[in-house]
């Protein structure tokens, strides 16, 4: 099936097409400069941006695709989780689309799209998988037994998500938003072994698949200061580098520990955290180390886009699950074991 997918759940307006697994276009139109002096996305902003945007970029996967409204099967959007306002942009739009071309609309959750995207680079992903999932507002690790109807949280961050200690510990360091892509080209300068920053809920009694990083971005920000105040010089590249060695150290040292304990030998990891270099090369090393596959969409897919949203709408089509009642809301505080609605 041809499928459109609509992303809107947060600063990214992101319409991609997909027919079966293979990938056709992923328009996207981002409101990210519009928030870079907030520090942060600000939800209005975002969803006026979304609605101004909507329509060309539309337009733009279609043409890029190279296909018609009337060639299109199935249209998938992103239900939630995410900012509401931004959700219901999307949520709207894609309704008004499927309603006017007569087409099943499928509501879907925006995190099961970022495992989802690895498919249309490597094919049909073996289940059960181990997902590791690390963006901007979660980090979680999932069982996966089918991607398109049973997806279970193993553990996920009792504090803040990766991503987000990514973009505040950027602000401690005079880095620009958001703090991922700038903290992982500084790290590559800098010495990952320098600072020794604290490892969240990696001590010999924790046999939990959680993750915390609040304390970590604590550590670096009183590090910072008490350089800071002692007048002594702060290398941004051996912060980045030990913070960010912190960050995956974690989050691959569980993610392998998941496999093992249940018996489970592919790794997926997605969201836009997986764009992380660092984390790639030692996910990587260490799956190697365990037998283990790991499965890595490109850094551009990492990130909110359409394509995620259309990729595991096309798997839902192909597994025959009912598509959304016509009067489908976004539900922001989606939880991630429900994948559709
Ligand atoms: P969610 O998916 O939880 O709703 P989101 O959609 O805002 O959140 P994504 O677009 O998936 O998040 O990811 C954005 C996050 O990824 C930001 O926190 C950003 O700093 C981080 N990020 C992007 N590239 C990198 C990188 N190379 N290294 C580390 N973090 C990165
Ligand atoms: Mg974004
Ligand atoms: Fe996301």
Request: with cysteine.
């Amino acid at each position: 099936p041809l499928v459109l997918g609509f992303e809107t759940s947060c600063d990214e307006t992101g319409i991609g097409l997909v027919r079966g697994q293979t990938l056709l276009s992923d328009a996207l139109a981002t409101s990210m400069a519009e928030h870079e002096r907030f520090g942060g996305v600000v939800p209005e902003i975002a969803s006026r941006a979304h609605l101004e945007a909507m329509v060309p970029t539309v337009h733009r996967s279609l043409a890029d695709a190279g296909v018609t409204l009337r060639d299109v099967d199935a249209i998938a959007v992103t239900a939630g989780p995410g900012l509401t306002g931004a959700l219901l942009v999307g949520v709207a739009a894609a309704k008004a689309y499927a309603l006017a071309l007569d087409v099943p609309l499928y509501g879907v959750n925006h995190l099961a799209a970022h495992v989802a995207v690895d498919e249309l680079e490597h094919g049909r992903l073996a289940e059960p998988a181990i997902a590791l999932l690390v963006s901007g507002g979660h980090s979680s690790l999932l069982l996966v037994p089918d991607l398109a109807q049973d997806v279970q949280e193993l553990g996920r961050t009792i504090d803040d998500a990766a991503g987000e200690a990514f973009d505040k510990v950027a602000r401690v360091l005079d880095l620009p938003f958001p703090g991922g892509p700038p903290i992982d080209r500084a790290a590559r300068e800098g010495d990952p072994r320098a600072i020794a920053f604290p490892r969240g809920l990696t001590g010999p009694r924790d046999a939990t698949y959680d993750f915390s990083f609040s304390g970590l971005k604590t550590a670096v920000a009183r590090w910072v200061e008490g350089r800071q105040r002692a007048g002594e010089p702060v290398s941004v590249a051996d912060v980045s580098a030990s913070f960010q060695e912190a960050v995956v150290d974690v989050l691959t040292a569980k993610a392998v520990r998941a496999c093992r304990d249940h018996g489970v030998d592919h790794l997926v990891i997605g969201g836009g955290v997986a764009a992380n270099s660092r984390l790639r090369a030692l996910a990587q090393e260490r799956c190697d180390a365990a037998g283990i596959v790991l499965r890595t969409p490109s850094p551009r897919l990492c990130t909110d886009n359409g394509a995620m949203v259309a990729a595991l709408g096309s798997r839902l089509v192909e597994a025959g699950v009912p598509a959304a009642p016509i009067d489908l809301g976004a539900d922001s505080s989606m939880p991630i074991d429900l994948i559709s609605r």
